[in-house]
T-cell receptor, first 113, second 114 residues
Framework: GENVEQHPSTLSVQEGDSAVIKCTYS??????FPWYKQELGKGPQLIID?????GEKKDQRIAVTLNKTAKHFSLHITETQPEDSAVYFC????????????FGSGTRLSIRP | NAGVTQTPKFQVLKTGQSMTLQCAQD?????MSWYRQDPGMGLRLIHY???????DQGEVPNGYNVSRSTTEDFPLRLLSAAPSQTSVYFC?????????????FGDGTRLSIL
């Protein structure tokens, strides 16, 4: 089955700097890769996603890149702000098992003022 | 819009007790699922449903039962609670129209088993 590894587990960056979170997956059939942000006491919320026919996707200060050959994808947050502090999860979903999605273990991002 | 509503938000049980975690969505989503979240382990799928009357097991189904009698509701039952089931539980839903549609999560139920 699919296995998703996420690094780092914690990340602290200065406000205004960039943050990068990386994930690798094992199932070459995976072709949908969402990223979720979880604030304290809340459920995860989708912030961006990418499909296997796309190499990069941007949404304002957030971007995701996908390398299918190497089986890894990354989340990039530029010009970080205090409200970016949260736990971020990557996930991978294979089309053959569309009802199942495997999550990474999460990255706790802290923005230093 | 209410989205996905989970009740209760917090619950403490004794080992061996039973309870039902409630989940309701008002978006007419076909697909609903239950996850548990444990420190350092991300979210793991317990059970899911692709529509009313249809349920299936996820990654960690043991000790949990589900049913789906309506599109809106997807309760999760613990028949005999064990300390290993101490966790935060999240319910999620998404439209069935497309395997790559985003999931909407509730705010979770924090469950402690003594």
């Amino acid at each position: 089955g699919e296995n998703v590894e996420q690094h780092p587990s914690t990340l602290s960056v200065q406000e205004g700097d960039s943050a990068v979170i990386k994930c690798t997956y094992s199932d070459s059939a995976s072709n949908y890769f969402p990223w979720y942000k979880q604030e304290l006491g809340k459920g995860p919320q989708l912030i961006i996603d990418i499909r296997s026919n796309v190499g990069e996707k941007k949404d304002q200060r957030i971007a995701v890149t996908l390398n299918k050959t190497a089986k890894h994808f990354s989340l990039h947050i530029t010009e970080t702000q205090p409200e970016d502090s949260a736990v971020y999860f990557c996930a991978a979903s294979p089309y053959s098992s569309a009802s199942k999605i495997i999550f990474g273990s999460g990255t706790r991002l802290s923005i230093r003022p | 819009n209410a989205g996905v509503t989970q009740t209760p938000k917090f619950q403490v049980l004794k080992t061996g007790q039973s309870m039902t975690l409630q989940c309701a969505q008002d978006m007419n989503h076909e697909y609903m699922s239950w996850y548990r979240q444990d420190p350092g382990m991300g979210l793991r799928l317990i059970h899911y449903s692709v529509g009313a009357g249809i349920t299936d097991q996820g990654e960690v189904p043991n000790g949990y039962n589900v049913s789906r009698s309506t599109t809106e509701d997807f309760p999760l039952r613990l028949l005999s609670a064990a300390p290993s089931q101490t966790s935060v539980y999240f319910c999620a839903s998404r439209t069935g129209q497309g395997w790559d549609q985003p999931q909407h999560f509730g705010d979770g139920t924090r469950l402690s088993i003594l």
